[in-house]
């Protein structure tokens, strides 16, 4: 971590006096031991005793502006909801006994703590330091201050300690498509407390879609009114052929939208809009048949997932819609980035389109991939023209990046690799390893998703930094996303199964600055579980479950693999149908099945079982 420079006087005082008391003790790992939090800080060190918040602690803010004052009223609210008292907020300050949140000029997104028996010194440079440093507090606390509840009998400690933390990456970023699936406000203000509590900065929106147009553009009125629907939806894999009969819709207005806008800048997370063009355009054009190349008669909302062929056609008619388009975006959002899509933009209409085909020749273009560069470069010079940067899917590389583009590689990390090469600035969200719609565990018993699998420790181990890039061009990766594509995802309940706890490993890779590891992690996430718990975060629980693997070997044999993520934990199975428990075989090693047969195994620590049974049919 670089030095910080400036180091307030009681951040000082309380370090040398931490300092002491560490030096006098001698098992420092162990009391690390007691530490759990997700995102890993840089630098922790701990130290003998413990910080009681109590009634009559004060929190002493150095700078009384309302975004300071909000910062500390984040943690009254905590403490009035599960403690039941909150804390006097002063000007000025306290001889001891209370949180201390000093500017001391740190970068951007960092902070220092610094915890002694008689105070809690806080240093920070911007209110997403010191908000970040709250989050570190609220995860040094036990879990019951996440409770919604009064607690009785807990006693609000912090261990001493001190902490440099400062992020890995600029860009902290995770998704929602709310198109496939639509999710109310109130549902995306938690996703986002979510996302704030694991130091994650950046909200994708995915808000346009061949299923549905989600955002009102109040000079398109059709846009919400009609493309917001669609007539059904597929029912199991889009390929089943059957459908529920059932509209669907939701979208949200413009109040609504600059609600959650402020909501979320509240918790230091930027809102990026994705507007898709070309491509992925089907509700637009269902309300707007011009749009297109004007190939078909009747043009309707998607009502299965998937690519389709009616793109935008790039005449002057639409370049003009998506302008005000982008116009009502900026007064919505006020991210210097907007997301324009461009993935998945088939060129079958552009090949048959008489206009499409007169502008390849009128601009001397060699192929519908170079039109797909020009209609984006020509997007990206309105769009930077209102001060405003794009980013795009890994597609926007076809034909030639946009001058001052960013990409957001999903395909895999050629997309990124090629364009940190000529120096755009890359987004790391390779499906692969990020996207949060595959399977977590084994297909055979998990709820049906869009591929994978891709289990926690996947996504945990994936270093987005590919080893090809030189140290310079390593510079334009500037962080990472984890991605919610919902087309298996019809209520916030099954977003969250599907996002947490593998989000919680990506927050860590956009974190944590350097020595990621795995066992660490592992412990830390079992008592984050208990944190989640009470903000009713319903996350997959696949980590306290052993994952059966069965590997094709020849003809007549499988081989047999299983793993648990839950540290400590044995693996007890069964082969004959019988219900598996503490007094089982214990799985040691790889076996051979080699006629039809039921593997049963259940995690077992300290003689109980710590999840439920898995059975797998072979
Ligand atoms: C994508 O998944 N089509 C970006
Ligand atoms: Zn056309």
New binding site residues.
């Given amino acids: 971590m670089r030095k910080f420079y400036i180091i307030s006087l009681f951040s000082l005082l309380a370090a040398l006096a931490s300092c002491s008391r560490t030096s006098e003790q001698s098992v420092v790992s162990d009391r690390t031991a007691q530490v759990n939090v997700i995102p890993q800080p840089h630098h922790l060190q701990m130290a003998e005793g413990a910080f009681r918040i109590a009634r009559d602690t004060k929190i002493f803010i150095d700078v009384q502006s309302d975004e300071m004052l909000r910062i500390a009223g984040f943690l009254n609210e905590r403490l009035s909801s599960a403690a039941g008292f909150s804390l006097e907020i002063s000007g000025t300050m306290p001889e001891s006994d209370a949180i201390y949140f000093m500017n001391a000029g740190l970068p951007a997104e960092s902070y220092g703590m610094n915890v002694t028996p008689d105070r809690i010194v806080i240093d920070y440079g911007d209110g997403a330091g010191a908000f970040y440093a709250l989050q570190t507090l609220f995860q040094l606390l036990p879990p019951e201050i996440f409770a919604g509840s009064r607690q009785k009998g807990i006693r609000w400690e912090v261990p001493c300690l001190s902490i440099e933390d400062e992020p890995r990456f600029a860009y902290r970023g995770m998704h929602l498509d709310v198109c496939l699936h639509f999710f109310d406000i109130d549902f995306l203000k938690k996703y986002i407390d979510i996302m704030a509590l694991h130091k994650v900065n950046r909200f994708h929106w995915h808000l346009t879609e061949d299923q549905g147009w989600r955002l009102e553009i109040r000079k398109y009125p059709l846009l919400t009114e009609k493309g917001q629907w669609r007539k059904e939806t597929v029912v199991g894999s889009l390929k089943s052929g059957i459908y529920d009969g059932t509209p669907y819709g939701g979208y949200y207005s413009q109040e609504q939208v600059k609600d959650l806008v402020r909501y979320a800048a509240e918790r230091y997370v930027t809102i990026i809009p994705e507007i898709e063009l070309p491509g ?1 355009a089907l509700a637009a054009i269902s309300c707007y048949p011009e749009l297109s190349c004007g190939l078909e008669d009747h043009y309707e909302t998607a009502t299965k997932w998937g690519v389709f062929k009616q793109v935008y056609c790039p005449k002057e008619t639409t370049f003009e819609f998506l302008e005000d388009v982008f116009d009502e975006v900026f007064e919505l959002f006020p991210s210097e980035v907007v997301h324009i ?1 461009g ?2 933009c088939p060129k079958a209409s552009w090949k048959e389109c008489p206009h499409c085909q007169s502008l390849i020749r009128k601009l001397g273009l060699k192929d519908e991939y170079e039109l797909q560069s020009w209609f984006v470069t020509r997007m990206e010079k309105y769009i930077n023209s209102k001060g405003r940067q794009i980013i795009g ?2 597609e926007i590389l076809q034909g030639g990046l946009a001058p001052n583009a960013k990409v ?1 590689s ?1 395909l895999g990390e050629e997309g990124g690799i090629r364009a940190a090469q000529q120096h755009h600035e890359v987004v790391m969200a390779p ?1 692969q390893k990020y ?1 949060l719609d595959y399977w977590q565990g084994d297909p055979d018993s998990e709820p049906l998703a869009m591929g994978g699998p891709t289990t926690l420790r996947t996504m945990y181990d994936y270093e987005p930094v590919p080893e090809i890039l030189t140290p310079e061009q390593s510079r334009y990766i500037i962080g990472v996303e984890g ?1 919610v ?1 919902t087309e298996y995802m019809d209520s916030p309940e099954r977003v969250e199964y599907m996002a947490w706890p593998r989000m919680c490993a990506i927050a860590e890779t956009g974190w944590t600055r350097a020595g990621k590891d795995w066992d660490s992690f592992a412990r830390r996430l079992e008592t984050h579980f208990g944190r989640l718990d009470y903000l009713d975060v319903g996350y997959c629980d696949a980590f306290f479950e052993p994952y059966i693997v069965c590997h094709e070997d020849t003809r007549y044999s499988k081989v047999v693999t299983m793993s648990v993520d839950a540290p400590g934990a044995e693996i007890h199975y069964t082969l004959d149908g019988s219900e598996p428990g503490p007094d089982s075989p214990v799985y040691a090693k790889p076996f051979v099945i080699n006629r039809s047969q039921t593997v049963k195994a259940v995690a077992v620590r300290d003689g109980r079982p710590i999840g439920d049974i898995k059975t797998k049919q072979f």
Avoid: A, F, N
Wanted: aromatic letters at 34%; one cysteine or more; a negative charge.
């Fill in positions: 992925h899509g993935d998945e899917w890994d957001m999903w499906h996207y991605c594509w």
